[in-house]
């Protein structure tokens, strides 16, 4: 069975850190872009991070810029999503999602997507 599991959610307190993995089942990751996205309660999906396939260029919403870090493990077929300095704001389900040879710019069309981890940013 073809899926992409999230894992690494959890509490944490305002200036604290988290690690979201984001691994595969039932094909490898090397050649796929993945994405990362988040949907806070009555709030739109929005783009956090991108790492694109084959160069494994890194992007990031100018929100999370110099606090979130993608990263990814082929071996392991897992993307990372470390997460430092985390705000109340950013408390929101997280998702990831793959997609075929892609730069991470330009139109976009997942291919898999997570079921998504909860990140509750709270004191």
């Known amino acids: 069975q073809v899926q992409l599991v999230e894992s690494g959610g959890g509490l944490v307190q305002p200036g604290g850190s988290l690690r979201l993995s984001c ?4 094909f490898t990751l090397d050649n796929y872009a993945i994405g990362w996205f988040r949907q806070a309660p009555g709030k739109e999906r929005e783009a956090v991070s ?32 470390q997460m430092n300095s985390l705000k109340p704001e950013n408390t929101a389900v997280y998702y990831c999602a793959a997609e075929l040879y892609y730069d991470c710019t330009g139109p976009e069309v997942y291919d898999y997507w997570g079921q998504g981890t909860q990140v ?3 004191s």
């Open 23 to 26: 691994a595969s089942a039932g």
């Open 50 to 81: 991108c790492i694109s396939s084959i160069k494994s260029s890194a992007y990031y919403a100018d929100s999370v810029k110099g606090r979130f870090t993608i990263s990814r493990d082929n071996a392991k077929n897992t993307v990372y999503l």
């Open 120 to 122: 509750t940013v709270s």
